[in-house]
């Protein structure tokens, strides 16, 4: 069984910025993928990015340029860098990871964390 924790969410300003860290219970370079999902109040989770096992990043056209995702393998972290937030930006970012298996995926979640920007 694999935890994560996410941490660094907060309130903040419109054009500020806030640094989510996801935390594993194991190393992560098992993981195939890594990455943060965004749900908005009353609405569906979307993913903002993701980090592969070879470090390559997808990040959503929605934040792209905003948003950059990282991470530290000696520390078994996944960080989500956000600059420039955006009120549409609140909503409760989680973190996910995933590892293939013969013939399914495991995922496993975090318990989110909430973002609130306000003006």
């Known amino acids: 069984q694999v935890q994560l924790v996410e941490s660094g969410g907060g309130l903040v300003e419109p054009g500020g910025s806030l640094r989510l860290s996801c935390v594993a219970s194991?190393?992560?370079?098992?993981?195939?993928?890594m990455g943060w999902y965004h749900q908005a109040p009353g609405k569906e989770r979307v993913r903002v990015g993701l980090?592969?096992?070879?470090?390559?990043?997808n990040i959503a056209d929605s934040v792209k340029g905003r948003f950059t995702i990282s991470r530290d393998i000696a520390k078994k972290t996944m960080d989500l860098q956000m600059n420039n937030l955006k009120p549409e930006d609140t909503g409760i970012y989680s973190c996910?990871?995933?590892?293939?298996?013969?013939?399914?995926?495991?995922?496993?979640w975090g318990q989110g964390t909430q973002v609130t920007v306000f003006s």
């Open positions: 980090i592969d096992n070879e470090g390559w990043t």
């Open positions: 996910y990871a995933q590892a293939p298996r013969a013939d399914y995926t495991d995922t496993w």
């Open positions: 194991r190393s992560i370079v098992a993981f195939s993928a």
